[in-house]
């Protein structure tokens, strides 16, 4: 039986208890190929309904083509840069920078984040400072690096493996912290050492915040890339922005943020779907 049938005969009017209709009813309505349809359309309607307006706008002439140019020229520039070869010239000058950046910050971030989850000495003499440095915003940090390491690829490494160390710390020290204190009572029951209490049973249950740390650290550090890029640097797509501001080719700036967010959405899906792998593997849990 279909749902729409099983839905007729549920509103078929009888003598039940409208709570009682009401429980059967709504599994049905989740059941309608209508609903599934809508779920997985709705995030792109607001998309959709942006890229209209604009269109109009630009057809209609609301906005100057020197404010915000018509999708058809920022296309067209965008293709340019691609057939040219330049796209793929900041895109992959931009990827090492982020790669390397996050690289360290990601095992820096690793390493103090177990040290505080590991000993809570560490944590107690630690953390307050860190918390308090964390607050200062990357561009704060700009100036002081820019004199120690100069303008060179350094300060960038630098500044991107700042951005990513903190959250992955803060998460390493929540997942050492999350174990519950029954299973550690169980493996000193059976003697494990510190060494296997760590590799068996923190480890394990910290797996699946430490890659939400590491997910939200690549966030970071692509955001802070493309900030670096605007400030201090002759490549890259921050750079490639810069670049159409001053020669105030609008188009070109359209083209490099759009690129910048296609590639910032479609990694912060793929990492969304290992981190949803790793919830389901965690022992004695699901994906949230």
Known sequence: MS?????????????DAPASAARTIAPLLARMPWR????????WLLPIALLALWFTGAEQGWISPQVLPPPQFVWETLRDLAMSGDLWLHVSTSFTRVGV??????????????AMGLSRSFETYVLPSFNALVQIPVLAWLP????????????????????????????????????????REVGQVYGYTRRQQVL??????????????????????????????????????????????????LDLVMAAVIVVGAIGYAIDRLLDRLETSMHRRQPGGAAP
Do not use: C, M
Not at 36 to 43: E, M, V, W
Not at 101 to 114: M, N, Q, Y
Not at 148 to 165: D, H, M, N, R, S
């Open 200 to 249: 068996e049973i923190v480890l394990p249950h910290a797996v699946p915040t430490l890659f939400t740390g590491v997910r939200l650290g690549f966030t970071k550090a692509w955001l802070s890339l493309v900030v670096v890029e605007l400030v201090a640097s002759s490549e890259g797509l921050g750079y490639l922005i810069v670049y159409g501001r001053q020669l105030f080719q």
């Open 36 to 43: 599934r349809i809508g779920d997985s359309t709705l995030p």
């Open 144 to 183: 002081f690096v820019l004199l120690i390491v100069g303008i060179g690829e350094p300060l960038k490494y630098i500044l991107i493996a700042k951005a990513a160390l903190v959250p992955v710390a803060l998460n390493t020290l929540q997942g050492f912290r999350q174990t519950p204190s029954a299973l």
């Open 101 to 114: 950046g996050f690289a360290v910050g990601t095992l820096l971030g690793l390493a103090l984040g177990s």
């Open 3 to 15: 749902a729409e049938v099983e839905l007729a005969a549920v509103l078929r009017p009888r003598d």
